[in-house]
């Protein structure tokens, strides 16, 4: 199982809310580099959420949809 991310942040509390919501939703979510990305190592990429590869499309069709997005 290869994961895929679909989300990339460098902020922490963003990252924990999507999580959360793909969580609610049921995905095994892995998040990584998140000690790297809060520290500002320089090399970081952001804290990354991740999902197994085939639910990387449902993963971002939720986390873009106007329903768990309210403006």
């Known amino acids: ?3 895929i991310t679909v989300f ?6 963003e990252a924990q ?8 939703a ?5 998040v990584a580099q998140e000690i790297s990305a809060a520290t500002g190592y320089p ?3 952001g ?3 991740q999902v ?10 939720l986390i873009t949809s ?4 309210p403006e």
């Open 66 to 69: 106007k329903e768990n997005n």
């Open 26 to 30: 049921g995905f095994p979510v892995h």
């Open 52 to 61: 197994p590869d085939d639910q990387a499309t449902d993963a971002r069709a």
């Open 1 to 3: 199982m290869e994961l």
């Open 43 to 45: 090399t970081s990429n």
């Open 8 to 13: 990339q942040t460098f902020n922490q509390g």
């Open 47 to 49: 804290i990354l959420v």
């Open 17 to 24: 809310l999507i999580t959360s919501r793909l969580e609610a």
